[in-house]
């Protein structure tokens, strides 16, 4: 913990000055106790325990105590919003998304999940959608109307995109969307002197069940050009090697580079996404349940956009200090002696 003010803290010398003079009471309490020779009305004058008078002065000094750090404005280390951030949400939507070994279904976990991240997101941050199967499309622009996201999600099972999993066009579109975001994108395609990188500004939030089989680029050259733009990709790999389509939408095609769903595909590809997440400076998480998935989406929302820094706590010590100083004059009142 640190102080806005910290010569403030003399304030405390308060206290000692308030034990003196504590002292100095309790000596002519004694004084008095000597000359009053009717014991029978001391003992009721003075209660059965003792101890209980020094109750109220001692919450009265650490009142005072609480009130002398706060007017040093004290600071605690905690994580802090990053201004202009982005977070780019990038979910699969293909077929294999229906699976249901993740309850009610991949998908509808999926969407479950990312509401419960935008309600933990900072308001202040941006977020953007890329949605993808076998191209990858932006379901909703960077944008603090969270709420527009949140729809943006709620229609993802109305996706319309070539079968297949694309990760890294997904990548690279998520990466595109980022660079727009922030305003890099267009002056390094105008040729001009680029920006620093988006590192700390944006984020990358990638799930997807399955493993490439569409695409024009490769994953790990995805990731590639995340880590050169500075943006970590944080990965989740959702499913089991159990899943299976219900009944009404089996597979059909069967062309091998993903024109079809087979069960063997239905099998997330945690290898390369964990990859993914290495080269770039993220994080992996394996969801194999509606519950992890939650947990780690409640997770990336508490602390993507945010750095570590220090936030004024002033508040939380002057609280302390009139929630004692309440309670020492009510004890006092309850235990102070009373003469018959």
Not at 104 to 126: I, M, T, Y
Not at 156 to 169: K, L, N, R, V
Request: charged fraction near 15%; hydrophobic fraction near 45%; aromatic fraction near 6%.
């Amino acid at each position: 913990m640190s102080f806005g003010h910290p010569l403030l803290l003399l304030t405390l010398l308060v206290i000692p000055a308030a034990a003196a003079l504590y002292g100095l009471a309790q000596r002519r309490r004694m004084q008095y106790a000597v000359r009053f020779t009717n014991l029978e009305v001391l003992s009721q004058v003075a209660g059965g325990r003792s101890w209980r008078r020094h109750v109220p002065p001692v919450l009265f000094a650490l009142a005072l105590a609480s009130l002398s750090f706060a007017v040093a404005r004290p600071q605690a280390r905690t994580l802090v919003p990053v201004d202009r951030a982005t977070v780019i949400l990038v979910i699969d939507a293909s077929l294999s998304m229906q699976a249901t070994d993740v309850a009610p279904s991949r998908l509808s976990a999926a969407q479950n999940a990312v509401r419960s991240f935008l309600d933990r997101v900072p308001k202040r941050v941006r977020v953007g959608l890329v949605v993808f199967s076998g191209e990858a499309q932006v379901g909703a622009p960077p944008t603090t109307d969270h709420e527009l996201v949140r729809e943006s999600v709620d229609s993802i099972g109305g996706f319309s995109g070539y079968g297949g999993t694309a990760i890294g066009d997904a990548l690279v579109r998520a990466v595109e969307l980022g660079q727009e975001s922030i305003g890099t994108r267009s002056l390094s395609a105008s040729g001009t002197a680029p920006r620093p990188s988006a590192r700390g500004l944006v984020s990358i939030l990638f799930l997807s069940d399955g493993r490439q089989n569409r695409g024009i680029v490769l994953p790990l050259e995805g990731a590639r050009r995340a880590r050169n733009a500075g943006m970590p990709v944080y990965t989740i790999a959702l499913g089991t090697e159990h899943g299976h389509l219900p009944p009404g939408l089996a597979p059909f095609g069967g062309a091998p580079f993903g024109g079809g769903v087979s069960s063997r595909r239905l099998a997330p590809d945690p290898a390369t996404l964990k990859a993914i997440s290495d080269i770039t400076g993220g994080e992996f998480f394996a969801a194999r349940s509606a519950h992890a998935l939650r947990s780690a989406y409640a997770k990336l929302g508490s602390h993507l956009a945010r750095k570590p820094g220090r936030t004024e706590v002033t508040f939380a010590f002057l609280g302390g200090a009139a929630a004692m100083l309440v309670a020492a004059g009510v004890l006092s009142a309850l235990w102070s002696p009373r003469l018959p």
